[in-house]
C-alpha cells in the first residue's frame, strides 16, 4: 500500500506507461529549462525536477480529458464534464508538491524513531486513503458516466472515435 501520493504516482500507477510518462513530459521538460535556466545547482535540478513532475499530470490529465471528450457529445463534455480530469491531475500535482515539501520539513525536526514508527506508517497510509476518498469522484465520474466500468473487456475507441473511423475511409488501414 502506498504511503505518500507521489510513492502513488511514481511506483504503483501506470507502471505499463512509465517509461513514457519519463520520456516525454518528465525528461523533455526538464531538459529544456535545464538549458533555459543555464548552470545547474542543486536548486534549480530542484526546480526542474518540480515542474518536469507538473509537466506529467497536465499531458496525463490532457490525455484523460480528451478520452472523455472524444467518447461524449461535445454539448454534455462541455457542460458537465470540460475540464474535471484537469482538476484532478493539478490537485494530485499540487499534493505531490505538498508532500514533498512538507515530508522534507517533518523529517528534518521529528526524531527517526517516529518517521520510522508503525504508527508515522499508519498516519502516511491514511493520508493516502482520505487523498483518495477525497479526490477519486472526480477522476470517475466521467467514466461512470460512460458505463466503462461495464466494458468487459474495455474498449477504448468507443463510441465517437469508432463512429469517426467508420465515416473517414482514408484512417481506415489503421484500424
Request: proline share 5%; hydrophobic share 50%.
Amino acid at each position: 500500500i502506498s504511503t505518500s501520493i507521489t510513492s502513488l504516482w511514481a511506483e504503483r500507477w501506470h507502471r505499463l506507461l512509465r517509461s513514457t510518462w519519463l520520456a516525454f513530459p518528465y525528461r523533455t521538460t526538464r531538459n529544456v529549462l535545464q538549458k533555459a535556466l543555464g548552470k545547474p545547482t542543486k536548486k534549480t535540478a530542484a526546480i526542474c525536477s518540480a515542474v518536469a513532475s507538473f509537466a506529467v499530470f497536465i499531458v496525463s490529465a490532457t490525455m484523460h480529458e480528451f478520452f472523455l471528450y472524444s467518447n461524449l457529445d461535445w454539448p454534455i463534455y462541455r457542460e458537465f464534464y470540460m475540464g474535471g480530469q484537469m482538476c484532478y491531475f493539478l490537485v494530485q500535482a499540487a499534493l505531490v508538491a505538498f508532500e514533498k515539501v512538507v515530508g522534507t520539513s517533518l523529517r528534518r525536526r521529528l526524531p527517526k524513531s517516529f518517521t520510522e514508527s508503525l504508527f508515522a506508517l499508519f498516519l502516511q497510509w491514511l493520508w493516502v486513503v482520505v487523498c483518495a476518498f477525497w479526490l477519486f469522484h472526480m477522476f470517475l465520474l466521467g467514466y461512470t458516466t460512460l458505463g466503462v466500468q461495464f466494458n468487459n473487456p474495455f474498449h477504448f475507441f468507443q463510441p465517437y472515435i469508432l463512429e469517426y473511423v467508420r465515416k473517414t475511409p482514408a484512417i481506415h488501414p489503421f484500424f
